[in-house]
Structure formats: structure tokens, C-alpha cells
């Protein structure tokens, strides 16, 4: 069953332009993982914030996370045209944490346009 | 620059028809799933093991998808026989244990199957 749910489901902008994704799930987390798709390719590893965290950075990269409206949102500055990717949301559910299983959302559909 | 392989990248196949799909997990990674992507229903995990023993294969139809790890090196997907609905990308991940309880998960490129 989903636990993340990314809003958009798609992204149109210009390069240049910051990107916003956000993601909402269901039920106490361990952590939120951030992960990008590529047409075609795996799934890649983004960018990881723990609960007890608010704000994490990594390069163009800012990932929010309020755990009192279970969501988190995707910050992507000065996007570029290889920024094109679908963005996922993935949570490990707090007492299934441990076991290291994701659930992952269905994506936002980041087109870049140069 | 370790990376997870699966093979065969593509499979097109008749329905009814046995398909194997094998994965090579990061040397080092002790923790195995499997996870199949459709437009429809997204990314959903099938099967995932830890020091090859099988944790969890509760996202898997039973009657018809077998997941094992003969050894480190090879985690393998069978389905049998096979059906049009299970058209799907099939991807590999292997994981680690980071710290605090957090797994890092590691994709592969995936198998593209095609059933007719």
C-alpha cells in the first residue's frame, strides 16, 4: 500500500527555475528518503532526513520534513535540463524501520526546459 | 564504482511461459528486495531478504512468483507460469544498514518484461 504521496504528479519549468516537490505519508516514520529516476534507469539515492530533523541540504538540493504534518517537500535550485527525472518519496514505517524496507510514493514527473 | 546488475535487461515472452529474472547485489550489502514498477501502481515491493533469509514476501502472488538467494552473489525472480498483467519494469535494490535503523537502498537498472 502507498505510504508516500508526491504532489505534482508532473513539473514543467524553465532552466534556471527552483523546483518544489512535496510528499505526504500515513503513519510515524524513522526516516524519509529522497530518490531520483532517471527514463529508463534505477532508482537513485537523493538525500535521507531522520525525524528528529527538520531541514537537510546536499548540494542544489533542500528536503524539508515536519513530522506533525506528515510531509516533507524537495527543493531543486537553479534546476538544470539533466534535473529531468521523476522524484520519489520513500518512508520506512517507525516499528518497520529496522527491517530496512521502503515504501516508496508514485513520483513527481520533473521536466526541465532548457 | 560497485553497482547492482540484473539480467536480462529486456525479456518479451508468451504467457504461460517461465521467466528468471537474476540480480548481483553490491558486495558487502546484506539486504536484497525486489520491487516492480507499473504506471498504474507505482513502485511496489515484492520480496526482500537480509543475509539471504527471506524476510518479508508478502507483496508477491504466491501461486505464481518465487523469489530466492542461492547465494550472496545471486538473488534470483521466477515467475511461472507467466501472465499479460505482469508486464512491469522489475527492479533489484541492495541495501545497507547505515545507522539509527536506517537501510541506504541501492537500484539496479531493472528488467523490462514483456508478456503476450
Known amino acids: 500500500s502507498q505510504q508516500g504521496e508526491e504532489d505534482p504528479q508532473a513539473l514543467s519549468i524553465q532552466e534556471g527555475e527552483n523546483a518544489t516537490m512535496n510528499c505526504s505519508y500515513k503513519?510515524?516514520?524513522?526516516?524519509l528518503q529522497w530518490y531520483r529516476q532517471n527514463s529508463g534507469r534505477g532508482l537513485v539515492h537523493l538525500i535521507l532526513?531522520?525525524?528528529?530533523?527538520r531541514e537537510k541540504h546536499s548540494g542544489r538540493l533542500r528536503v524539508t520534513l515536519d513530522t506533525s504534518k506528515k510531509s516533507s517537500s524537495l527543493l531543486i535550485t537553479a534546476s538544470r535540463a539533466a534535473d529531468t527525472a521523476s522524484y520519489f518519496c520513500?518512508?520506512?514505517?517507525?516499528?518497520?524501520?529496522?527491517?530496512?524496507?521502503?515504501?516508496f510514493g508514485k513520483g513527481t514527473k520533473l521536466s526541465v526546459k532548457p | 564504482d560497485a553497482r547492482v546488475t540484473q539480467t536480462p535487461r529486456h525479456k518479451v515472452t508468451e504467457m504461460g511461459q517461465e521467466v528468471t529474472m537474476r540480480c548481483q547485489p553490491i558486495?558487502?550489502?546484506?539486504?536484497v528486495f525486489w520491487y516492480r514498477q507499473t504506471m498504474m501502481q507505482g513502485l511496489e515491493l515484492l520480496a526482500y531478504?537480509?543475509?539471504?533469509?527471506?524476510?518479508?514476501d508478502s507483496g508477491m502472488p504466491k501461486d505464481r512468483f518465487s523469489a530466492e538467494m542461492p547465494d550472496a552473489t545471486l538473488a534470483t525472480l521466477k515467475i511461472q507460469p507467466s501472465e499479460p498483467r505482469d508486464s512491469a519494469v522489475y527492479f533489484c535494490?541492495?541495501?545497507?544498514?547505515?545507522?539509527?535503523?536506517?537501510?541506504?537502498?541501492?537500484f539496479g537498472p531493472g528488467t523490462r518484461l514483456t508478456v503476450t
Open positions: 535494490a541492495s541495501g545497507f544498514y547505515r545507522d539509527r535503523g536506517t537501510y541506504e537502498q541501492y
Open positions: 503513519t510515524s516514520i524513522n526516516n
Open positions: 532526513i531522520r525525524s528528529n530533523e
Open positions: 520513500a518512508t520506512d514505517a517507525l516499528n518497520g524501520g529496522s527491517q530496512g524496507n521502503l515504501i
Open positions: 558486495l558487502g550489502h546484506n539486504t
Open positions: 531478504f537480509r543475509n539471504r533469509a527471506p524476510l518479508d
